[in-house]
């Protein structure tokens, strides 16, 4: 039996911001890591009797679990009914209980099974658990449409996410992301179901998370009123979310094909703290129709030796969610190296796009985000080098990439939009083709499209005559301490510049994004107590790249006022935007926790 592991409420990387302490008790939980299926089994039994439904609390009318009264997925795949119907019954329809009335993503499929081997003792081989994911995540899936809102959740994407009301945000996000129960359909009584099994594994949640606070509810029952429990509304408002039945899911189930992605892909996006990069992905037909190898080379456009090249496989999941797992080359050296990266893409209908986030790390903090197309006999242009060009500014020089591009081009041939011009082409390959631009100072500020010889790239670039304001992404974020046989979790972070839109105004839809700047880092404390020392003990940051490294666990004797190098802090960059105007400064809120004791995704039952 694992130890008991305590760590702060609400330090989720995916949940909402918040520039406060968190005030909440710790969250306690109890882990079961390798236990004989027997210990197992007679764990289970002894809570089984809690996962009844509950009584209604006060007056509240939260329904109550009960047979689905809406019909199931039938489940036919043999290996599903032969591993599965022992426990789940079926009902003569071709219907498996609780099975029938779920869909999920492959994430949660996995997830249900691994839960499965852990308490009940069911015995799978590699294969067959990866069949019944599939086929489960085939029969049982989500559609684009349901899977695009919280692709971030599989994504391991740092999200500052948003809630219909407090409630939901108390009875959830305490603990996980919203995304974690948004990413599931279930019947409606199955979801009480789920929140009985909470809280007979975590009981405190009963009075942390689940119930309005102490001293509301006495005011609540001086005043002759009973609101709602924060996890009824919840309920309410995950059951009305999420319906198990939807016109999306119906549609895609007639449209599914199964996915088609031989060939070579060209590939563009962006890794936080190195910058743009463009290359090609290679995709070869696997043993399966939805099973590929793929090779990926790719170029960074910050300087040399930034190459990246890795091969690996992949697996698509109804019909358009790619998962992959691929092994770098020649990764280069550092944390941020990624010698072992995984894919997580969605695969568009007509399966010539694909679009995610490809990382790696301890906590999977570091990654790359990826946009690939599918490459055609004919020319190509991909983006540019640059992020953003001065009004008023000559002498320029900008790298256009692309595939199968004109060997020879002329300055006539090349378009970079309204007030930009092209002075000369400096050279020109079928990959690349470098010129020199001259952009007027009466420039209308926005973004440009590229065009080669008819071939175009919107927004390829922006043009701005000034930096009005910074921002530092992610705005909130989280690393974690470590040593042995804990690994740190890092934190890259990045100042986006800014231009005022038409209107003027920060942080509004026409604001013009500048892509990231040369910044100096440091920390700032952030002043929770009286005498706050975290900046000293936390950790430090790289004061050109942006890179945050946490310290070691503890204990740390050397500190006073608590014996781990826990806290949180500011990250602060500062940008000079040149021609004479003042230095501009933004901020992130930094938590700096301690190792994540427990993984839920835990890496032995992968084997």
Request: aromatic share 8%; with cysteine.
């Amino acid at each position: 039996m694992d130890v008991f592991t305590m760590s702060k409420r609400g330090l989720n990387p995916n949940r909402s911001s918040s520039h406060s302490r968190p005030s909440r008790p710790p969250v306690v939980g109890l882990h079961v890591r390798g236990a004989a299926p027997r210990f197992a089994a007679a764990a289970l039994a002894s809570i089984l009797p809690l996962l009844a439904p509950l009584p209604s609390r006060g007056q509240s009318s939260a329904p109550q679990a009960a047979a689905p009264a809406e019909p199931g997925f039938p489940i036919s795949d043999p290996v599903v009914v032969s591993k599965c119907s022992s426990c789940h019954v079926p009902d003569g329809k071709g219907d498996l209980d609780r099975i029938s009335w779920i869909r999920t993503t492959p994430e949660g499929w996995e997830e249900a099974i691994k839960r499965m081997v852990r308490l009940n003792g069911v015995a799978l081989t590699p294969d067959e658990a990866r069949h019944i994911v599939q086929s489960l995540s085939n029969s049982n899936g989500l559609s684009p449409e349901e899977a695009r809102p919280v692709e971030y959740y599989a994504e391991h994407r740092i999200q500052d996410e948003t809630f219909p009301n407090p409630d939901v945000r108390h009875a959830c996000a305490s603990c996980h992301a919203i995304a974690r129960p948004l990413s599931w359909r279930r019947a409606p009584g199955d979801w009480l179901l789920l929140e009985n099994s909470h809280i007979a594994w975590f009981p405190s949640i009963e009075m942390t998370a689940f119930q309005l606070p102490f001293r509301m509810r006495e005011a609540d029952q001086a005043a002759g009123t009973a609101a709602p429990a924060p996890v009824d509304v919840a309920i309410r408002y995950i059951q009305k979310s999420t319906p198990l039945h939807s016109p999306s899911w119906s549609a895609w189930q007639a449209s599914m094909t199964e996915p088609k992605l031989e060939g070579r892909w060209l590939v563009t996006g962006e890794q936080p703290g190195k910058g743009k990069f463009f290359g090609e992905m290679t995709v070869a037909a696997g043993a399966q129709g939805d099973l590929f190898t793929t090779r990926t080379s790719l170029r960074f456009v910050s300087g040399a030796g930034q190459d990246f090249a890795a091969q690996g496989e992949s697996i698509v999941y109804t019909g358009f969610q790619w998962r992959g797992r691929a092994t770098a080359l020649h990764p280069g050296s550092g944390p941020n190296a990624g010698s072992a990266l995984r894919e997580v893409m969605l695969v568009s209908r007509d399966q010539s796009r694909m679009q995610g986030r490809w990382f790696w790390g301890a906590y999977q903090e570091f990654g790359m985000d990826v946009k690939l197309r599918r490459s055609s006999d004919g020319p190509t242009v991909l983006g540019t080098d640059i992020y953003a060009l001065k009004a008023g500014s000559s002498g320029d020089k900008i790298t256009i990439y692309g595939d199968r591009l004109p060997a020879k081009v002329g300055v006539s041939d090349i378009s970079l939009g309204s007030g930009v011009k092209v002075d000369a082409v400096a050279s020109s390959s079928p990959g690349k083709i470098a010129v020199t631009v001259e952009v007027a100072a009466d420039a209308t500020p926005g973004m440009r499209t590229v065009s080669v010889d008819g071939v175009a790239a919107p927004e390829a670039f922006a043009v701005y005559r000034r930096v009005d304001f910074l921002k530092v992404t992610p705005v909130t974020s989280i690393a974690h301490l470590g040593g042995e046989p804990h690994a740190k979790g890092y934190a890259q972070f990045e100042a986006i510049g800014y231009s005022f839109g038409p209107d003027g105004k920060p942080n509004t839809a026409d604001d013009i994004d500048l892509g990231p700047m040369p910044a100096d880092w440091k920390l700032q404390e952030f002043i929770a107590s009286y005498g706050d020392d975290d900046i000293r003990f936390v950790g430090s940051i790289d004061p050109k790249t942006g890179l945050f490294t946490p310290a070691s666990d503890g204990p740390d004797p050397q500190r006073r006022s608590m014996r781990n190098n826990y806290g949180d802090v500011w990250a602060v960059a500062t940008v000079n935007p040149g021609g004479g105007a003042p230095p501009i400064s933004a901020k992130s809120y930094l938590i700096v926790s301690v190792p994540q004791y427990v993984r839920y995704d835990q890496p032995e039952t992968e084997q």
